[in-house]
């Protein structure tokens, strides 16, 4: 009988064990379909540190959302459908292919790195990571396959516009991390360099640190979101990681970080640029928050962007 109940409390220890896996894989993992309708629609940030640029925010998504684009689709290694929109600068314009933030919309983070763009001369490609708007997929994998979605459209970009195409990678917050993965892969040499903003430097210390400002124990936390990574969402968050691909990067890469993010600390991206190999910047900009570099400082922001870059990334139509 002792074996009986012995048994018993082993199943429900483990049920247990797996409900609470499931609850932390869909708070930090799920994403559910999305509605057609609300497609493109206007969003932005919340919260006080965004108030000061909400209007400027508005501004860059009306005149973004006025622009021509075309929208193109892939199909990604795993069988999702992919989409993104191409705003055209000038033809032969070096493009910019832009990654979005976590639980973000191309349209809500990418819109003022539209406008950016064209300030620049560049053209900007704007992804809907997987998850997100048009794209398919429902499972956020903090830039473990986003990186190899990014890969996919960087072929489809030499293909469809050619073998003399220039491409920066760029991305802000999770969209950041999942280019600076991507650049610790073999790239083609239309691939001339990478702009990260406000990434963290591994899936890890990212869920880790918002487990610990949430008052969770990180070691328990932590444990059952990666159990539940891997049971639900068939992926380890610590397979990969940006400090770790930098190590192996080859193209140039500015980082951009403001130094009062309260969500991905300034010092992560201090990590992934203490490990890059390649050639390197970082600029951190007075009293930014997560996200809020170039809306913060727009002219320290595009001069080292010109400084950095310089004629490699310079229209030269």
Known sequence: MAFVWIGLGVVILLAAVLAVAYICFRMAFYAPDRDPAKFDAESFPTGEIYEPYLEQMKVWSQETMALPREMFSITSFDGLKLYGKYF????????????????????????????????????????????????????????????????????????????????????????????????????????????????????????????????????????FVRLGARIYGRFDPEEYAPQEALRSCTVPVIFFHGDNDAYVPCEMSRLNFDACASRKMLVTVAGAGHGLAYPADPKKYLQALRDFFGEDASYQG
């Open 88 to 223: 055209e600068c000038k033809k032969g314009a070096p493009i910019e292919l832009m990654f979005h933030g976590y639980r973000g919309t191309a349209q809500r983070d990418l819109s003022g790195g539209v406008q950016r763009c064209f300030k620049l001369g560049h053209s900007a490609f704007i992804v809907d990571q997987r998850c997100s708007e048009r794209s398919e997929g429902n499972v956020i994998t903090f830039g473990i396959r986003e990186h190899k979605d990014c890969l996919a459209w960087v072929d489809f970009l030499v293909a469809h516009f050619g073998p003399d195409v220039k491409i920066i990678l760029t991305g802000i917050s999770m969209g950041a991390a999942t280019v600076l993965m991507a650049a610790g892969k073999p790239l083609p040499p239309n691939v001339i360099g990478v702009l990260a903003d406000c990434g963290y430097n591994s899936p890890k210390d990212i869920i880790k640190k918002v487990i610990k400002q949430r008052g969770i124990p990180v070691s328990v936390g932590y444990f």
